[in-house]
């Protein structure tokens, strides 16, 4: 079921009502205000009311008052930093207890919730809508642990080059190489004596370091000194201070980029990734058919017949990731038309195909206009067979 925005602020408001001085929600002081990240708030929210729908158990809470390592309840999380999504509980719905149970977080032994959803605000309080039902304890269907997770690591597994659509391989810094992952100068220098431009991508701290685009130098004449200085200038600090492995790709062109989420390695629903949208903006689609050619910069166009072809690489990729690794279960895989730029100013075609951008978990993806009643219900569904130690 597809909730429209003025619903789902509706149903927010009743959920909430009376709840102002535990919980202050995102900026609605007065009635039709928006909240301060409008998108990650119709995110959450349709997660919550997804799961309502199902008549699922929901406890939801609030970073908003987090003490570390004792919780305000008396509480202890094994936790050493700010950064979490566990605190205050505020509204236990459809029968949840509102006691939290121990939380696995960042890899710790302690059991986890059966499904734990949702992501901070960025300003204000955050929401997690977290199902426990009571005959299914302490199984949790997402892995908070990035270092183990197989599809945070798809970069590891031998299934991604072949699927990048684009040339790439990966690089370590210059005392951590090894027989797995060379030099990473080795890796740039071999990309550049065959592509004018090439992409560097920090993977162990992906999420908070940007993309590093090279300067155009015809192949093969770019000398030791410049591809130093272009070191220096593009990831120089963070291998210095955090040992990460680097992902250099040939520099493509990317169109319409999309979302695929997959549930127990099975494709389920997916949106354009397109920054404006978010959930209430579903055309009703299981695989909503709006795209943008560039990113953030052009007209929305729909395209069924490419979004078909989309669905069905994903499928057939997510299969060969899981040949490598059976673990590779649950997430989200982008998705992008990549066209080759060397021999774009020649009379050769360029030749374009579809490539996998990369792998993330679906615990912290942003939605765009998906159709998250479908996503929960399959990871409910996936969880509850998990737990009964049914086949995925």
């Not at 939290?100 to 309080?125: E, H, Q, R, V």
Request: include cysteine.
């Amino acid at each position: 079921m597809i909730v429209r925005f003025e619903e789902m602020l509706r149903r927010w408001k009743a959920i909430f009502t009376g709840k102002s001085q535990d919980y202050e929600a995102f900026s609605f002081s007065y009635p039709g205000v928006e909240p301060a990240d409008f998108e990650d708030w119709c995110e959450n929210a349709a997660l919550l009311l997804g799961l309502l729908d199902l008549g699922r158990p929901v406890l939801v809470v609030s970073s908003a008052h987090v003490e570390i390592k004792t919780l305000p309840w008396g509480a202890s999380l094994p936790i050493s930093s700010q950064r979490n999504n566990i605190g205050q509980p505020i509204l236990a719905l459809n029968g949840a207890s509102d006691d939290i149970p121990d939380i696995d977080i960042n890899g710790t032994s302690s059991p986890g919730p059966s499904i734990i959803l949702g992501m901070g605000m960025k300003t204000d309080g955050s929401l997690i809508p977290g199902a426990w039902p009571k005959s299914l304890p302490g199984k949790e269907i997402f892995t908070h642990n990035a270092e183990t997770d197989p599809v945070s690591n798809y970069w590891r597994n031998p299934a991604f080059k072949r699927l990048a659509g684009r040339e790439s391989d990966i690089g370590a810094p210059e005392d951590q190489e090894t027989n797995e992952f060379p030099d990473v100068k080795q890796i740039i220098r071999s990309m550049t004596d065959k592509h004018d431009r090439y992409v560097t991508k920090i993977l162990t701290s992906h999420k908070r370091w940007p993309l590093w685009f090279s300067p155009a130098i015809p192949a093969g004449q770019r000398t030791e000194k410049q591809i130093e200085h272009e070191m220096y200038e593009s990831f120089d600090y963070e291998l210095e201070h955090h040992d990460p492995f680097v992902l250099v790709s040939e520099y493509v062109e990317m169109f319409y980029e999309y979302r695929i989420f997959f549930v127990a390695g099975k494709v389920v629903c997916g949106a354009g990734c397109i920054e404006r949208f978010s959930p209430p903006w579903n055309d009703g689609e299981a695989f909503d058919l709006k795209v943008e050619k560039h990113r953030n910069g052009s007209e929305v166009v729909k395209r069924p017949a490419l979004i078909k072809r989309y669905v069905d690489f994903a499928q057939k990729a997510i299969d060969e990731f899981r040949r490598h690794d059976p673990a590779f279960l649950h997430g989200v895989i982008d998705l992008a038309l990549m066209r080759h730029t060397d021999n774009a100013s020649t009379s050769t075609r360029p030749r374009v195909e579809i490539g996998v951008i990369e792998v993330n978990s679906a615990r912290s993806a942003g939605q765009y206009a998906l159709r998250t009643d479908l996503f929960v219900k399959t990871l409910t569904e996936a969880m509850d067979a998990e737990v009964n130690g049914a086949s995925l």
